[in-house]
């Protein structure tokens, strides 16, 4: 006989339910958390994540049964927390779970997973696996909640059903509007860019990553993302430390032909670069940063580096999947992507491959390139 608290998620939604595991958890007070969708790269002090973390840690402690969905940086982030505290949890699905899912690997001992068999013809995924969050639940803390989002939505279902809804203090800075406010701040002065009589070099620049590290696992990512304050930045000097610890460039996919992962570098000098940096709104991050790791030309293209075609997207469409990745469009409204003199390499590029003459670290400050050269044995210079 199907448990009445499946029974009535399953006539609410007009859909079968499919479950495994300890059904026993839905006799036990159940809260979920409401956070809306935030920034896009979120920081261990940033608010939101600060108090889902602490409602996940006191919904263990209270003997609570956290409700909450899988895949999301606030949904893991919960997750990973009520584990660590050894609680227990009902995990709300769009679908059927995949074995491979990288957060099964931070499932707390006691769970239940329940997904719908069939997805309904007028709800989508995300939304359908919420609304199941709403109806396994019978309380409530709401952290973030943007007007008119589903998170909403499920605090308005919650109340219907009359069920406790706590509310966190008000979050200053919450939200997207905050990642963006954080790039227009970086403004370098231009009086002390590192300038080459021959820049002979090709530059691989680093940023801040937009959510793990490559290469890294999601439980690692969620042990710093819920570490709290004070903690080591994830910034773009941090990427470019990690790339000379780890001694490999690692090759990314996105926005590239084909998803096809490569490593990208320029043949301009800093100077010339800095010149064309710019906020791009649609990234959320700037165009460069003061931070890079430069390999000599000769070196690099000995190892596989090729310039980037610069066409139409027709030609570049045309073009063999052999060619295609080693092509960009030459403009974009009105920007002409040629000046960023691109060059790519097919796969991680591993450091090891190369002389330690044929590397320069490129970065903004004193202490910096000091930190570069007693740590990792290579050349730096100042770009900014």
Known sequence: MLHPVLAATEAALGASLEHHGELELLDLPRRTLLVSRGERAPSPDTPWLVATVATAEQTAAQSEVLVTGAGRVAFDAALWTCARANGSAIVALSHAPR??????????????????????????????????????????????????????????????????????????????????????????????????????????????????????????????????????????????????????????????????????????????ILLLREWRRGLLRWSFTPYGLAVRAEALARYGAQPVQYASRAAIAHAPPGTRRFMQHQRSRSHDWSEEEEWRVAGDVDLSAFAISDMLALVATPEEARHVEDVFGISAQLIA
């Open 99 to 272: 074995t491979d899912a990288e957060w099964r690997s931070f499932l707390p001992a006691r769970h239940l997973l329940v997904w719908p068999r069939h997805q309904a013809q007028h709800l989508s995924e995300r939304h359908q696996r919420d609304l199941l969050m709403g109806w396994l639940a019978d309380r409530a803390h709401a952290i973030y909640v943007r007007k008119k989002g589903h998170m909403a939505e499920l605090m308005a279902l919650l109340a219907r059903r009359r069920c406790a809804i706590e509310q966190w203090p008000e979050l200053p800075g919450a939200g997207r509007a905050a990642r963006q406010h954080r790039g227009p701040q970086l403004s370098l002065p231009r009086s002390s860019v590192y300038v080459h009589t021959s820049w002979n070099c090709l530059t691989h620049f680093t940023r801040e990553p937009d959510g793990a590290w490559p290469g890294e696992s999601r439980a690692e990512y969620l042990r710093w993302l819920c570490s709290g304050a004070p903690y080591v930045p994830r910034n773009a000097f941090a990427t470019l430390c990690r790339i000379l610890q780890e001694k490999r460039v690692r090759a990314c996919g996105r926005l590239m032909p084909g998803s096809t992962p490569m490593v990208c570098f320029t043949a301009a000098s800093p100077r010339e």
